[in-house]
């Protein structure tokens, strides 16, 4: 945009950008949070269930998550946004698409 302005001085020339961003969590995040072994129950079933459907690797997704090494916080955000889309219950922040 600066060399844009500087090209054409009188070109009304935005001064800024307006991003917006989904509240959303890939439905696959549970997978990567932690060994499998140590998802709490209630979400281990379902990353089973998505790592069998998507063919994902339990060794690989093991090794990702110890690398990403997510806190205990970010861990359960991310299990709770799971409950919560599984029960079709309205995430906060969100809100229904027009």
Same mark, same amino acid.
Request: overall charge negative.
């Given at each position: 945009?600066? @060399?844009?302005?500087? *090209?054409?001085?009188?070109?009304? +020339?935005?001064?800024?950008? +307006? +991003?917006?961003? %989904?509240? &959303?969590?890939?439905? *696959?995040? =549970?997978?990567?949070?932690?060994?499998?072994? *140590?998802?709490?129950? *209630?979400?281990?079933?379902?990353?089973?269930? =998505?790592? %069998? /459907?998507?063919?994902?690797?339990?060794?690989?997704? &093991?090794? $990702?998550?110890?690398? $990403?090494?997510?806190?205990?916080?970010?861990?359960? %955000? $991310?299990?709770?946004?799971?409950?919560?889309?599984? /029960?079709?219950?309205? $995430? @906060?922040? @969100?809100?229904?698409?027009?």
């Amino acid at each position: 945009m600066c @060399q844009r302005k500087a *090209d054409v001085p009188s070109a009304v +020339v935005p001064s800024g950008l +307006v +991003v917006m961003a %989904e509240t &959303t969590t890939p439905t *696959d995040a =549970i997978c990567y949070t932690a060994p499998e072994d *140590d998802l709490p129950s *209630d979400i281990r079933g379902d990353c089973v269930l =998505i790592r %069998e /459907r998507t063919k994902l690797d339990r060794n690989a997704l &093991t090794a $990702i998550s110890e690398v $990403i090494k997510l806190t205990d916080e970010e861990r359960e %955000e $991310i299990y709770e946004f799971h409950r919560k889309r599984r /029960r079709g219950e309205r $995430i @906060q922040g @969100q809100r229904h698409a027009a």
